[in-house]
């Protein structure tokens, strides 16, 4: 079907083949190359305990050979028609892409297809390239303004799967064997919860017709059921000697489908998403307390987080976080007209802009296939950023601080004042 939005066609359309898998396509007439890739709805949150990192471990393996090629061959055919592959994991997806000049479409499908479904799995290989993943841990370990991520999401979600790393644990990576990865991907793999998307310089009858034919036996069972997020809150604090403390205060946030999506969003632009906003001015403009601070939102399909982050020395901790959360308050209490404008504005600025991308296309439409089951309306999505007013900015800041905060840090965090003072400055 072809999607129309406001009397014109998009050059969006959508098909479901006959095993459940859905192909979406977004043409770009003034474009010479197209994005192409396999978005499966599953990831982290999808895993046992006793297999955490396996998503992530899956999407490595699958570019160490199939039974028509080898690593090597998989990385030259792609770059002998001069595109790309590559793949990422998160907690509720992975992503397969490629980009390619339009007359290669069938090269990018075939090598994708070709991974997904016939990947060997090969010990030698996995055996390898597990200690590929620890390292690769070790990396982010060793990286306190990436790791602190991780402690955020544990503290915030304790005790589930929605809080655990995506590149798992050491321990657990090293322990998981051929037969595990086999099991996930015929549990989770299949076709119903999957979306080829494409972006650009594409014909939509010719890759269903390719996508037929080439993802013939993906997947089978498509086990996704999840237990529902229980957000907690709390803190989590990790002692290293460092030059400065990485620090997230963070909050409940929501879901994709909650009608604050988009209200959370314009905050989190205002508060802290740039050059203009309240922290960037505050804490480093105005007193010079810290070279990086900003606001964050994360979503998924139950439920989602809002935070700040700061790295800051040990001894302007003490005046970054008051000002952190009396900025907070001071947006409910105080909004100026002009910096909500601009906050819109931006927001409907990065949208647009992104659409000059094949691949932000390709991944915005195939994102919006598994969230909400239908492409992209963007002139419905500026209108919904648009309609965010006063009131909604200071319902959403009231929910908030409604419910206990999620304090964690790592570095030098004496200085650091107790959850229990935070969460006080907070009522």
Known sequence: MTITLDGVDTGVQVTTLDSGLRIVTDRMSSVASASIGLWVGVGTRHERASENGLAHLIEHMVFKGTQRRDAAAIAREIEDVGGHINAYTSREQTAYYAKVLADDIAVAVDLIADMMQNSLFDAHELAQEREVIVQEIGQANDTPDDVIYDHFQAAAFPDQSLGWPVLGTADVVRSLGRDALVDYIACHYGPGVSVLSAAGAVDHN?????????????????????????????????????????????????????????????????????????????????????????????????????????????????????????????????????????????????????????????????????IHGRPPNIPEIVAKVEAVDEAAIRRVVARLIAEPPTLTAVGPTTALESYDKVRARLS
Do not use: W
């Open 206 to 370: 010719a890759l269903v017709a390719l996508a037929a034919e080439r993802f013939d036996h993906l997947g089978g069972r498509a086990e996704v059921a999840v237990d529902r997020a229980s957000y907690a809150g709390g803190e989590m604090r990790v002692d290293r000697e460092l030059e400065q403390l990485h620090v997230i205060l963070g909050f409940r946030g929501v879901g994709f489908h909650d009608p604050d999506f988009y209200a959370l969003q314009v905050l989190s632009t205002l508060y802290g998403g740039g050059m203009s906003s309240r922290l960037f001015q505050e804490v480093r403009e105005k007193r010079g307390l810290a070279y990086s601070v900003y606001s964050f939102s994360s979503s998924y399909h139950d439920d989602g987080l809002f935070g700040v982050y700061a790295g800051t020395g040990p001894d302007e901790i003490g005046e970054v976080m008051p000002v952190v959360i009396d900025q907070l308050h001071d947006v409910a209490e105080n909004l100026n007209p002009d910096e909500l404008i601009r906050a819109r504005t931006q927001l409907k600025a990065s949208l647009l802009m992104s659409r000059e991308s094949t691949t932000s296309r390709c991944e915005q439409a195939a994102n919006h296939m598994l």
